[in-house]
């Protein structure tokens, strides 16, 4: 199980109030219901909702919010206080110790993926930056290792080292990063963020994603409107 399933860290509502409120601007913006997010906001500020409930499985409180909104927030939110709470175990998950499609340290849907110097898949996790080894020929999302189920393609700039790795069975991809081309790339979160136009192709391409996108939240946005 996740380390998460089986404890609760202290977090300090006032302390995640500096990420949040830019988190919720930025849903305003994409065009989430304002009586939405001024109803999550005063349930915040009455203690109905609490930072354990942004959590990966959390209780999203009666669907004050979307499920695309709600786990924006929680990787906008809860990031850097979950860094620090795992940092001193990190170092003791050893490379093929963890097989779920799942983050081991909070249970969060993998957001990325970074192949490594030695080829090696590794899936990395926005809600908590936590990275762990995941078979290359295994989907995390449906757990198939159906190979004929694999499709790999670039967007439509077809940049050197991107790549979109999706699964036929389930629909769900992931971008991909091959950092033994782009050796100097960033963060696993900040290539992500910084590349949208790979997550407007694969969803043209008829693909999902666990962790949504700025383009998700507003396709849905539209979609309920």
Not at 10 to 35: F, K, N, Q, T, Y
Not at 42 to 67: F, I, K, S
Not at 95 to 100: I, K, L, N, P, S
Not at 140 to 164: M, N, R
Request: charged share 20%.
């Amino acid at each position: 199980m996740p380390l998460l399933a089986e404890t609760s860290p202290a977090l300090d509502p006032e302390a995640l109030e500096p990420l949040l409120a830019p988190a919720l601007d930025i849903l305003a913006m994409v065009g989430v219901d304002e009586a939405s997010l001024q109803g999550f906001a005063q349930a915040w500020d009455r203690g109905e909702v609490t930072p354990l409930a942004l959590l990966p499985g959390g209780n999203a409180t009666g669907a004050l919010l979307a499920p695309e909104a709600w786990t924006f927030l929680g990787c906008g939110g809860l990031r850097p206080a979950l860094e620090s709470y795992f940092a001193d175990c990190r170092p003791s998950l050893t490379e093929g110790a963890w097989q779920r499609g799942v983050c081991p340290f909070c249970g969060g849907a993998p957001g990325f993926t970074d192949i490594l110097e030695n080829g090696g898949r590794r899936l990395v996790c926005h809600f908590c930056g936590g990275g762990w080894i995941f078979p290359r020929l295994r989907c995390p999302s449906c757990d198939t290792a159906d190979t004929k189920q694999f499709v790999k393609f670039q967007g439509e700039d077809k940049e050197e080292g991107y790549l979109i790795s999706a699964c036929r069975a389930c629909r769900a991809y992931l971008k991909e990063l091959d950092r033994r081309v782009r050796w100097n790339a960033g963060t696993a979160l900040v290539e992500d963020w910084g590349s949208p136009h790979l997550d407007v192709f694969a969803h043209r391409s008829g693909y999902w994603r666990a962790v949504p996108t700025l383009i998700e939240l507003e396709q849905a946005t539209r979609a309920r409107a």
